[in-house]
């Protein structure tokens, strides 16, 4: 974390010359344009759909169902973190706060399921 | 009444700008710094810090009262001084108390107090928060303590289990006080968790590097964000018994098939990290006061802050240890056992470091430094018998008895309490200008040591022999009458030192004044006077090592050996005695130019709020509806409001161009010190910026 | 705790002359803070990591008590009720609103404020159909005989989905703050961050359904 105190000040410069196209870069990375937002919508929308649709199709994923929706809702999950959310272009350390508490919770809320489903 | 006295004839707007200004157009902002009502509206992280230790040891008093009572019940065996239904409001409301109302805010007050001066910065990332968390704290003490009359207190533990918890077996509106109350002080604690960790992060001062900051500011940070991530999780298990009580909901009605196991882990998910919310800070306050008194840096300080950080992690895999004896299988009581006696490891290492800093160091034993080596010994007493706990088998003969009270009052009275006085004596000339009595310290220090021993040293013996905790009475016969005495002497011997204590304090303003350095301290706090002005500092600080004021004073020389400079400079005006030894005035600054963030009545009129509401659910809705109101009200106004307000202090540079000044206000809450490294523009002061080398 | 979040994100001061965005070139909204990043967005992102425990305690309830076999339970079991047709098209809803938030601030930072108020508005409008949807579902599963206090898995369901809902009020309200904000012309262009801030808390609320419609929803008992 400590790198952050250096970079701090080159990044204060950094926003103040680029102003209002400051959109168009941040740390290095380009941010993404209202089309490329739409087209993840579109991504997200059809993985929506296919998970409706294999919940329907249940039969016939068998075993597969709960893995299948469950990749495709970390998938759908992250991509919203990631490019709604702009974690992908915005600094590591909200990445790491918010990573924190996600696994935090996930660690701990299954670890006490655990206990009570099988010892 | 402290808000119509300011008043000022309703203006008709013209539609414009001024509406902005004074949102509900009725009362001017508050701007005064002095008297009484600034109390209520101030954001100075200063002036909250000390609200914050005054209501805290406001209600250790209230909650070592309730510890007497039943100490006295506890006196002889068949007790007559409290009927069974009283003693179990007062052991729930003692640990209530002792956990929510006294410990987690006094280490709130040295946080707030604290971290901003010893990371340079002029105050919290977000002082209207700050404010608003101290008084949602308040407000949410009181009302839990409103439930003594109103037809009886919470009486079912600190760890309040289901089903228990239940209306059925309790069927007062005792814990319907306790879910709301804690609800209350968790939001008080979570947006005080927010404000520090921002601080901590953003508001360092230039130079202030992450491994710069002191170690208290280390260990509050740690324990911030174990408050972050631990109080959404009793903040669940509070909605879920609320609901359960309020609205029928079976969440622990066991009836319905609910599995009361779903409290303790939700509970113990958060109470162990808790444990350690309350011990860290303290940790942290040691590890500033030994190096103080043995005249030596910290030894370790890495090992110091990692293993902070390990505790941190750590603290959240063993919760299930204090369930060992509810019902949970044998892999996970394995695991549990496992995993509890390694967070032993980190704690040990902090041990070993302070001793390590003790080791041939130049002692003196001011009091500050006799309760944290009161802290180094006595807490390693409790880790010990917590090592013991961690043992299943074990543990299932010490559960719920006396040992296991013996085992957390060692930790919490021994570790925090102690860690917590120490600081007292030890910032106390820098918070009020003057020592507290180092003879009378001392005295208070003794009788407090031996009290603490003689109470919960025979708890240890009595719990072994199988004496239940929580419970009323115990016949004769069963060998647990002399510890049982003693205990309770003890107990009024603590209280003694307590009233000593207060006798110090009250005392202690005729004592002369310290000046701004007293113990030749390490850390920036000590940099500038007693007390600090509003503003922090006038200068403003760089900090090029850690114990940046240390490095100010002192270099080394041919042999490697301290010697103090021939000339250092204070980072504020500090008083003629301050400047004995080579100390400074700092020079050309003017600090008419330094914006600080300007005083709100918003933050308390929200908190008023909260307890409206958990009145309103108690008994009429339309108190909550005015309640949320307020809340709401509050919000709107406090958003509207500028944190700094432009029409304050311009008397001096009228040089803005009123297009301007909102964003002015804006920086300064983004930017503390900041507001004087030049980046504020026309506002900035004139104070040096070097980043890594030491002011001149 | 909603108060932790209005007041987090709370814009400070004003700004007279939003309307004339080149005036503020100047007073570029650089973050002079040790990490560069600004308070506000941290606070809010730390905010939502705590919120992530929040969120799993609850969820956690509602999967340790649907999966529990309760020997004579009375009511139907959740389960049994849900329509799933309708909460796709509810979560499909959600799930839009994530878009038209992004695109508002788009909008904003690109100064282009009608745009950004319409994308606004959409959002509030789009989460509040989501919120009309939880209503009636509620009330289709409360005829069918499933009230709040029926059996664990009700109390579970409803205190979890409640919670969530209330989250994403909570967010139109915010929403509708910022619309009115904007009109009045006080979202000038530094502020545009504040935009930012709500549109994270309003993403998260997503996410969160994200969960629960597979976790609840689809994933069968
Ligand atoms: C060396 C580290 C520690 C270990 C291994 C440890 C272990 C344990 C164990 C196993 C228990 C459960 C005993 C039982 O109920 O049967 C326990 C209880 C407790 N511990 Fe610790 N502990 C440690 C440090 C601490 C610290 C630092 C604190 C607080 C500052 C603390 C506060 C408590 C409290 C309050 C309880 C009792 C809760 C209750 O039943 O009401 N412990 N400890
Ligand atoms: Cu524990």
Known sequence: ?119 | MALTEERTPLELTTGEESVVEKPLGAFTRPSSNEGWRSWLTTVDHKKIGILYGATAMAFFAIGGLEALLIRAQLAQPNGQVLSPEIYNQMFTMHGTTMVFLVIMPMLAAFSNYLIPLMIGARDVAFPRLNAFSYWVFLFGGLFLYSSFFLGGAPDNGWFNYAPNSGVAYSPGHGIDFWTLGLQITGIASLVGAVNLIVTCLNMRAPGMTLLRMPVFVWMALVAQFLLLFAIPVITVALFLLMFDRLFGANFFNVEAGADPLLWQHLFWIFGHPEVYILILPAFGIVSEVIPAFARKPLFGYPFMVFSGIAIGFMGWGVWAHHMFASGVGPVSVAAFSLSTMFIAVPTGVKIFNWIGTLWRGKLTFTVAMLFAVGLVSQFTIGGLSGVMHSVAPHDTQQTDTYFVVAHFHYVLFGGSMFGIFSGVYYWWPKIFGHKLSEGIGKLHFWVMFAGFNLTFAPMHIVGLQGQPRRTATYPEGMGWDLMNLLSTIGSFLIALSFLIWVYNVVRSRKNPHAGADPWDGRTLEWATSSPPPVHNFDLEPTAGHLDEWWHQKYEENEDGRPVRREEFTYLSQVDEPSLSRGGRQPEGVDVSKIHLPSPSYWPIVIALGLPLVGYGLLYTYWLAALGGLLIIGGIVGLGLEPSVDPEAGHDEHDDHDPGHEPDDGQEAELVAVGAGDGAAGPDGTTAATTTDSEPT | MSVSEQTAMAPTGSAPDADDHIAHDAAAPAHHTSTGLSNEKLGMWLFLGSECLLFGGLISAFLLYRSKDVEGMTGPAVGDLYDIPFTSVSSFVLLMSSLTMVLSLSAIQRADHRRARTWMLTTAMLGASFVAGQVYEFTAFVREGLGYTTNLQSSAFYTLTGFHGVHVTIGILMLVSLFVMSLRGRLSAEKTETVEIVGLYWHFVDIVWIIIFTLIYLIPA
């Open chain 1, 1 to 119: 974390m400590s790198d952050q105190t250096l970079t701090g000040e080159a990044q204060q410069e950094h926003e103040a010359q680029t102003e209002h196209e400051a959109q168009t870069e941040h740390e290095g990375r380009a941010h993404p344009s209202d089309r490329n937002y739409v087209g993840i919508a579109l991504i997200l929308a059809v993985l929506t759909a296919l998970e409706v649709v294999s919940f329907y199709v249940e039969e016939q994923l068998g075993a597969l169902l709960v893995p299948a929706l469950m990749i495709m809702m970390i998938v759908k999950f992250a991509i919203v973190v990631m490019w709604f959310m702009h974690l992908r272009f915005d600094s590591n350390l909200f990445t790491r706060v918010f990573v924190s508490g996600l696994v935090l919770a996930i660690t701990v809320y299954v670890g006490a399921l655990m206990t009570f489903r099988f010892w």
